[in-house]
C-alpha cells in the first residue's frame, strides 16, 4: 500500500495530464485529487500550472478558458462575480501562471483560479523540469527518513 501524504496547503505544481487522469475524492467534505509519484500518493487541493489560453468561451454566470500545457486541455473557469480577476487582460495564445483549485462537478474537472499572471519568459520544458525537480526532492527527503 503506497504512502499518502497531505499536500493540501501548498499550491502544487501538476500537469493538465494529471488533473486529467488522476483519480478524485472526497475527504471532510473538500475535493482532492491524488497523485501518484512513485511509491507515493499526493492529496491536493490546490494546483499551481503554466498554460497557454487556447480558446474563451463567455456564458450567463461565468468564463470558460481552455488551457494547455503541453501534456493535456482542460477549462479554467471565472466566475463573473469573481472580481480579482480581471478576464479583459487575458488573451488568447499568451502563456499564464496559474494558482487555483481542482474542480470536479458531475465528472466534468476544471480549474476555478484564485491568481492568473502572464509569464513571458516561460515555457513548457523549463516548467516540466521544475515540476519533476519538487517530485525528486520530495520522494529524496522522504527516503531519508
Known sequence: MSEVL????????????????SPSEFDEH???????????VLKIRKIRIIAEILDKKEGSKWIDYKIYDGTGEITMRIWHDTSYISSSKLELKDLYVIFGFFKEFRKFRYISP?????CSNANFEEWYHRIEL??????RNLSRV
Do not use: A, H, T, W
Open 134 to 139: 519538487v517530485r525528486s526532492v520530495i520522494i
Open 114 to 118: 484564485v491568481i492568473v499572471r502572464k
Open 30 to 40: 473538500r475535493l482532492f485529487l491524488k497523485i501518484g509519484i512513485g511509491d507515493l
Open 6 to 21: 497531505n499536500f493540501s496547503n501548498v499550491f502544487f505544481p501538476v500537469y493538465i495530464k494529471e488533473l486529467l487522469e
